[in-house]
């Protein structure tokens, strides 16, 4: 295994070549399980986590004959190259499928079971899919009939097949050779999550999902001795990438529950032993709350893997004290497939927690003045660019939005704020359009939320900037108290200028009972700002349980 913590030398600009250590294997996510079915053939692959009695298990020889019939299933209604779309939330099946897919040489189109009829509609449209494997229901919606609504305004829509039906079309297909995949194929088609808008069709490739897994695995130290507890999202990247593709290079045991519960989790870390789980913070943080309120025996984890929104370095401390694990953090997007740097265990960089590690291997990393598109200096912010196997070829079918994320060197420019050590540890200081500019003083919302996790009546802040006629913008913190804690405004305020400048001391202080999150759990805060600023500041009406105080005045510095 490649060691991540090397640091052959210092940088001297804000530049990370790629390390071509470990390489890039040119197969697809079929080929890959059918070679690791015959290393790991009795192995425990897959496990049912849904409540009830005795868990469904499958060996890896297991998963890979019902993948292959489930491809059969597949090509009894669809031809290579049909984009398939996934309507379900997390199951079992949900794996059979994007194997049997891949198999198949299906493109699949993955789609966020809690979507109303008309986010279904344009996912559907914008990915010319030409069938849905669909739950029948999903927390009490009866899916069957709100896509049943939308059938008739989707002309390229044709088959629609039942998950829950998976077994009965398995048994009624006739085996047959399966169709030439190539490394390089389009395997899915992952709509962005909505953190900063409309979402597009990220297209990714077996290759760059695949080796992204294997990669992300290889950094965190994972062996077939593992047992990942995986509650993020299968629709999204690290559900279906990550955490699936990683368990399965590494020849590791997968359990799948239904839906992210903290209590549900805490029981399958006691009863199967896990030892990893990826997760995003808000899913920790319910976690650790669980386990200091009913304990339980989760000697086995080892470690936890964070990512999809900024880590406090609190949250890493509190970690290792309450469940006594290790924690790594990793950072990337959807377009990245998704991974595109991570922390080591036991990383030797004295401030590691505050960063989001190194460059994996294969992948090139620079920060770049987003004004002139120049290189940075070391430890000087800009925008996170990114160049490799792993990024996408593309938004389906939105050529100027392709244009606009990758240029013509094939550098994909993410939108995101960070800086370069000279190890090549990389900080993210949050989205460029989040970066408020308060009286032409750039302000970094991350540093404003570690201060705030810190204090001990906090659960959870997102900082945004609000307009404002003299200053431009100014600060505001959004937070959500835990249970049973209090805090005023003052209280909050003479804890932020104990440990930041005054300008970037918040100025208007929001309570909440939640924040608007996409379904991985990252903060929303397009759709907060765009809350705050249609509520009357005075009133209580459009959010929840909302309590607004405002400084006095502002702080010129």
């Not at 940088?11 to 071509?20: E, I, R």
């Not at 990383?347 to 120049?374: M, N, R, S, Y």
């Not at 050590?421 to 993210?428: H, N, P, Q, S, T």
């Not at 959010?543 to 400084?551: H, R, V």
């Given at each position: 295994?490649?060691?991540?913590?090397?640091?052959?030398?210092?940088?001297?600009?804000?530049?990370?070549?790629?390390?071509?250590?470990?390489?890039?294997?040119?197969?697809?996510?079929?080929?890959?399980?059918?070679?690791?079915?015959?290393?790991?053939?009795?192995?425990?692959?897959?496990?049912?986590?849904?409540?009830?009695?005795?868990?469904?298990?499958?060996?890896?020889?297991?998963?890979?004959?019902?993948?292959?019939?489930?491809?059969?299933?597949?090509?009894?209604?669809?031809?290579?190259?049909?984009?398939?779309?996934?309507?379900?939330?997390?199951?079992?099946?949900?794996?059979?499928?994007?194997?049997?897919?891949?198999?198949?040489?299906?493109?699949?189109?993955?789609?966020?079971?809690?979507?109303?009829?008309?986010?279904?509609?344009?996912?559907?449209?914008?990915?010319?899919?030409?069938?849905?494997?669909?739950?029948?229901?999903?927390?009490?919606?009866?899916?069957l009939q709100i896509l049943d609504e939308t059938r008739n305004e989707l002309p390229l829509l044709h088959t629609v097949l039942r998950l829950s039906a998976l077994d009965d079309l398995k048994g009624n297909n006739n085996q047959k050779s399966l169709p030439t995949v190539e490394a390089t194929d389009r395997a899915q088609i992952q709509f962005t999550s909505g953190t900063t808008g409309f979402p597009k069709g990220a297209c990714l490739s077996h290759r760059g999902l695949s080796n992204n897994g294997r990669l992300y695995a290889e950094a965190i130290g994972a062996t077939a001795c593992d047992v990942w507890v995986n509650p993020m999202p299968m629709f999204h990247t690290a559900g279906c990438g990550l955490a699936t593709l990683g368990a399965l290079h590494t020849g590791g045991a997968h359990i799948i529950p239904p839906e992210f519960d903290a209590g549900v989790l805490l029981d399958l870390f006691q009863q199967e032993r896990g030892t990893i789980m990826l997760c995003v913070p808000t899913m920790l943080i319910r976690m650790l709350e669980e386990q200091e309120n009913n304990p339980r025996d989760v000697s086995s984890w080892r470690l936890v893997t964070l990512g999809g929104a900024p880590v406090p370095a609190e949250l890493v401390r509190r970690a290792e004290k309450v469940l006594g694990v290790e924690v790594a953090i990793g950072f990337g997007q959807t377009e990245a497939s998704p991974y595109l740097t991570h922390t080591a265990v036991k990383d030797p960089h004295p401030t590691w927690f505050e960063t989001v590690g190194k460059v994996l291997p294969q992948t090139e990393l620079k920060i770049v003045d987003p004004a002139t598109g120049d290189i940075a200096p070391i430890d000087v912010s800009g925008e996170i660019c990114a160049r490799g196997y792993s990024v996408m070829e593309g938004y389906y079918k939105n050529t100027e939005a392709t244009r606009a994320a990758i240029d013509q060197e094939g550098w994909l420019h993410t939108g995101d704020i960070g800086a370069m050590d000279a190890l090549g540890y990389c900080r993210v200081h949050g989205r460029l359009r989040d970066m408020i500019i308060r009286g032409g003083e750039n302000i970094y919302p991350k540093e404003v939320e570690d201060v705030l996790f810190e204090h001990p009546a906090v659960a959870s802040v997102a900082v945004i900037g609000l307009p404002d006629p003299e200053w431009g913008e100014v600060v505001a913190a959004c937070l959500i108290l835990r249970d049973g804690q209090a805090a005023a405004a003052e209280d909050l305020e003479k804890f932020c200028r104990e440990k930041l400048a005054s300008f970037k001391v918040p100025r208007s202080w929001i309570f909440l009972d939640s924040f608007p999150q996409t379904a991985s759990g990252k903060i929303q805060k397009f759709a907060l700002r765009k809350q705050l600023l249609e509520v009357n500041m005075t009133e209580a009406s459009g959010l929840p349980a909302i309590s607004i105080e405002k400084n006095g005045k502002e702080d010129l510095i």
């Amino acid at each position: 295994m490649q060691d991540m913590r090397a640091n052959p030398k210092s940088l001297t600009s804000s530049y990370s070549p790629a390390d071509k250590s470990s390489p890039i294997l040119e197969e697809t996510i079929g080929a890959a399980l059918m070679r690791l079915a015959e290393t790991h053939a009795a192995r425990t692959a897959l496990i049912d986590g849904g409540a009830g009695g005795a868990r469904r298990r499958w060996s890896y020889a297991g998963l890979a004959e019902e993948s292959r019939k489930v491809a059969n299933a597949l090509l009894q209604h669809f031809e290579p190259g049909d984009h398939v779309a996934v309507w379900a939330s997390n199951c079992p099946e949900w794996v059979l499928l994007e194997l049997g897919a891949s198999l198949a040489g299906l493109v699949l189109v993955t789609v966020n079971p809690a979507y109303l009829a008309h986010e279904l509609k344009y996912v559907l449209e914008k990915s010319d899919a030409r069938g849905v494997v669909v739950q029948d229901h999903y927390r009490g919606r009866n899916l069957l009939q709100i896509l049943d609504e939308t059938r008739n305004e989707l002309p390229l829509l044709h088959t629609v097949l039942r998950l829950s039906a998976l077994d009965d079309l398995k048994g009624n297909n006739n085996q047959k050779s399966l169709p030439t995949v190539e490394a390089t194929d389009r395997a899915q088609i992952q709509f962005t999550s909505g953190t900063t808008g409309f979402p597009k069709g990220a297209c990714l490739s077996h290759r760059g999902l695949s080796n992204n897994g294997r990669l992300y695995a290889e950094a965190i130290g994972a062996t077939a001795c593992d047992v990942w507890v995986n509650p993020m999202p299968m629709f999204h990247t690290a559900g279906c990438g990550l955490a699936t593709l990683g368990a399965l290079h590494t020849g590791g045991a997968h359990i799948i529950p239904p839906e992210f519960d903290a209590g549900v989790l805490l029981d399958l870390f006691q009863q199967e032993r896990g030892t990893i789980m990826l997760c995003v913070p808000t899913m920790l943080i319910r976690m650790l709350e669980e386990q200091e309120n009913n304990p339980r025996d989760v000697s086995s984890w080892r470690l936890v893997t964070l990512g999809g929104a900024p880590v406090p370095a609190e949250l890493v401390r509190r970690a290792e004290k309450v469940l006594g694990v290790e924690v790594a953090i990793g950072f990337g997007q959807t377009e990245a497939s998704p991974y595109l740097t991570h922390t080591a265990v036991k990383d030797p960089h004295p401030t590691w927690f505050e960063t989001v590690g190194k460059v994996l291997p294969q992948t090139e990393l620079k920060i770049v003045d987003p004004a002139t598109g120049d290189i940075a200096p070391i430890d000087v912010s800009g925008e996170i660019c990114a160049r490799g196997y792993s990024v996408m070829e593309g938004y389906y079918k939105n050529t100027e939005a392709t244009r606009a994320a990758i240029d013509q060197e094939g550098w994909l420019h993410t939108g995101d704020i960070g800086a370069m050590d000279a190890l090549g540890y990389c900080r993210v200081h949050g989205r460029l359009r989040d970066m408020i500019i308060r009286g032409g003083e750039n302000i970094y919302p991350k540093e404003v939320e570690d201060v705030l996790f810190e204090h001990p009546a906090v659960a959870s802040v997102a900082v945004i900037g609000l307009p404002d006629p003299e200053w431009g913008e100014v600060v505001a913190a959004c937070l959500i108290l835990r249970d049973g804690q209090a805090a005023a405004a003052e209280d909050l305020e003479k804890f932020c200028r104990e440990k930041l400048a005054s300008f970037k001391v918040p100025r208007s202080w929001i309570f909440l009972d939640s924040f608007p999150q996409t379904a991985s759990g990252k903060i929303q805060k397009f759709a907060l700002r765009k809350q705050l600023l249609e509520v009357n500041m005075t009133e209580a009406s459009g959010l929840p349980a909302i309590s607004i105080e405002k400084n006095g005045k502002e702080d010129l510095i």
